[in-house]
């Protein structure tokens, strides 16, 4: 009798003092629970492959924009080696705070001048609590330079105006692999046709798959749901790969979509994706990140 | 007598952690850095977690790989992104013990903590020399070590290697408080 109560109050201690000594990191576990964990680059750029992405720029980021397209015309008017038509936009886009971004830039191929803003809105957390996707706001305006030849236009300089506003919704569904939503409206400025809508209601689909840590392959569309009616136009299309090195980022793919702003490409894109001049364009976009922040500063 | 003896157990067993007295840093400070020719890079993390229990000398550190701050932010993205691959292996940590530790000696001890380090999915064992103040029960510790970029199997694309140093040195510095789970 004596025995067993022994052995039961050993036990008891025994337990005891193994249940305060558990293991310190899982003590650790339990303190790192308190801070929020929000999912680091769902797209690595800016963009998808022509189109924005949820990404913003950090503060103080500026980005030295560069995009090509080449293409060439059909094969009886075809003169060079290489590619008979060259379009560059160059913008300068930089970050105001971790969340807002700006941009302007320049379109050569079609005259457009377009500046933008962009606001982190929801951002996506990966501890499981929180949104499980981020939604970024876009607004976009473009101006169009050049002289417009058909009289009936009515041209003055608030008609050659264009807004694009965009809901960018993303998530990074596992590591390698992220999925973008884009519902957009587009307001174009000017009227070709009576017969053509100038507001349009178009959504985005977009999507990246890590191929390596430094390379991936991305894919874009848009669908537009009243699309312009006096001139055929498709929905941009293109296949991509997305490759960064350090501070510069190249982006290469191939797209139907010659133009570069968003309200022209989604709703003026006149070729169709498909491997016949001058359907198929080559895409080259090279950013430069420049840093004026430095975040270690007052060490 | 049949209530003494396992009385006398019971204090037995207590009676011996009565140092059952654990001790943490929250805001531990973990920097590293990497020196080449082309690039310094540097990074810094004040959200270290430590803990030691004084009375078994054993000490564990875990701290987030996305708390690292870069001077560049966009390093930041990059570290995590593509090289430490924070949405896999969130953390680092260390679980090791100290070596004739004596907790109850006044201001300055050097001593060598032997343990495990996780980083990146990989184990390593290491020895690593550390500094041990106490000022009147607070216990500061601080030191360095070396990590070998390859021993981590953190890829560096060929071209970027010249960028970034065969050998990381780190450094650490824990400031405890009593531990009350």
Redesign the interface.
């Given at each position: 009798m004596k025995a067993k109560k022994i052995i039961l109050y050993l036990i008891c201690v025994c337990a005891a003092n193994t249940m305060v000594g558990q293991d310190l990191l899982g003590i650790l576990d339990k303190e790192h629970q308190d801070t929020p964990q929000y999912t680091q680059a769902t797209f690595k750029f800016t963009r998808i492959a022509f189109g924005h992405s949820i990404e913003t720029r950090k503060k103080g980021i500026l980005d030295v924009f560069v995009a090509n397209r080449f293409w060439n015309t059909p094969a009886d008017r075809a003169q060079s080696f290489a590619a008979d038509r060259l379009s560059t936009r160059i913008a300068l886009e930089y970050g105001i705070s971790d969340r807002l971004s700006m941009g302007f830039g320049g379109t050569t191929y079609d005259g457009l001048f377009d500046g933008y803003l962009k606001y982190k809105l929801i951002r996506q957390r990966s501890d499981g609590g929180g949104s499980p996707f981020s939604v970024t706001l876009f607004q976009g305006s473009s101006y169009f330079s050049e002289g417009v030849v058909p009289p009936t236009i009515q041209d003055d300089f608030s008609n050659r105006l264009s807004f694009t506003t965009q809901l960018l919704i993303g998530k990074k569904i596992s590591p390698n692999f992220s999925l973008q939503i884009a519902p957009s409206f587009i307001h174009r400025g000017l009227e070709y046709s009576p017969e053509d809508p100038q507001s349009h209601f178009a959504i985005g689909f977009g999507g990246r798959y890590k191929l390596g840590n430094h390379v991936s392959v991305v894919s874009e569309y848009y669908y537009t749901a009243n699309p312009i009616e006096s001139f055929d136009t498709y929905g941009p299309f293109a296949l991509g790969v997305n490759w960064e090195i350090g501070d510069v980022m190249l982006q290469f793919m191939l797209t139907n979509a010659v133009r570069m702003v968003e309200d022209s490409f989604i709703t003026q894109t006149r070729h169709n994706f498909n491997f016949r001049n001058p359907n198929l364009n080559f895409g080259f976009n090279m950013t430069y990140v420049l840093h004026f922040k430095r975040h270690l500063k007052n060490k | 007598m049949?209530k003494v003896?396992?009385l006398f157990?019971?204090f037995m067993?207590?009676g011996q952690?009565p140092t059952?007295e654990?001790i943490?840093a929250?805001q531990g400070r973990v920097s590293f850095f990497s020196y080449t020719s082309v690039e310094n890079i540097?990074?810094?993390n004040n959200?270290v977690?430590?803990?030691i229990?004084l009375s078994?000398h054993?000490?564990?550190?875990?701290m987030?790989m996305?708390?690292f701050?870069?001077?560049?932010?966009?390093m930041r993205?990059?570290f995590?992104?593509?090289?430490i691959?924070?949405?896999?292996y969130?953390?680092a940590?260390f679980?090791g013990k100290i070596l004739d530790f004596d907790p109850s000696q006044e201001g300055e001890q050097t001593r060598m903590v032997k343990g495990t380090f996780s980083m990146h999915g990989v184990s390593k064992e290491l020895e690593i020399k550390i500094k041990i103040e106490n000022i009147q029960g607070t216990y500061i510790v601080s030191g360095t070590f070396e990590a070998y970029v390859k021993d981590y199997s953190i890829?560096i694309?060929p071209?970027?290697a010249g960028?970034i140093a065969k050998t990381i040195s780190v450094d650490f510095r824990f400031e405890y408080q009593p531990?009350e789970?």
């Open positions: - | 049949s003896i396992p157990f019971l067993f207590y952690q059952e654990k943490i929250r540097k990074a810094e959200q977690l430590s803990i229990d078994t054993d000490i564990a550190v875990s987030l996305n708390a701050i870069f001077e560049k932010a966009l993205e990059h995590n992104e593509s090289y691959e924070s949405d896999i969130p953390k940590t679980e890829k694309p071209l970027l960028n531990y789970s």
